[in-house]
């Protein structure tokens, strides 16, 4: 399986549900930095061939900065990612899902030497065809993963829901609990609120169901226990 799920446990106790990149989504997040990179190159060289002799060594200064510190210096950042990683949707973390730290962003670009062997990073595509986590040598010695990022639900607001009336009679602390829950939509995220909806689901005729559409006919039901029937 080139995509997977993996699971990580935070300091905090708390559990996160990462699902490791693989093979085809970081070639074309590679191939996007490489073009990337191979612009900024023939750009920087071309004015440093305008300033002769010093141009010439700030071009092979440009070229090893650009080499090494370009992916340390955009997975350090707010992303976690280079540009083409973001355009793709993957992101650099540590094991446990926290931001990638300094040492390990360094740890696995060094590594990129030994993935690249014997040629054409043949070392990381098998590392990555083998491993259910998707990691090459880098990212197991700098104990780092390649994540897709989370696409968190869209969250549905009380004025997206229209009334709907129960399909069954409710006694008062299931119409209480209802209306809290309507009343605290605002505030939860789209899949806290799915989560909440599929355990009310019964009173829309959705029992065993679960999503934005269950989450809007459970909110309906709670608007029109509120009285808004139009």
Partial sequence: MLDTVTAAETPEGIVLELHPAG???RFFAFLLDWIIRLVAMFGVAIVAGLLGGVGMAFWLVFLFA???FYPIAFELGR????PGK???GLKVVMDNGLPVTPAASFARNLLRVADFFPFGYGIAIVSLLLRKDCKRLGDLAAATLVVHEPHPAPRVTLDQVEPVAPVRSLPPRDQAALVALAARAPTLTGERLNELAALAASVSGDQGHAGNAVTHRVLGVAQWLMGRRS
Avoid: R, V
């Avoid at 992303?79 to 280079?82: H, I, K, N, W, Y």
């Fill in 79 to 82: 992303s976690g990612a280079t």
């Fill in 86 to 88: 973001k355009m793709f």
């Fill in 66 to 68: 650009l080499e090494w």
């Fill in 23 to 25: 093979l085809p989504a």
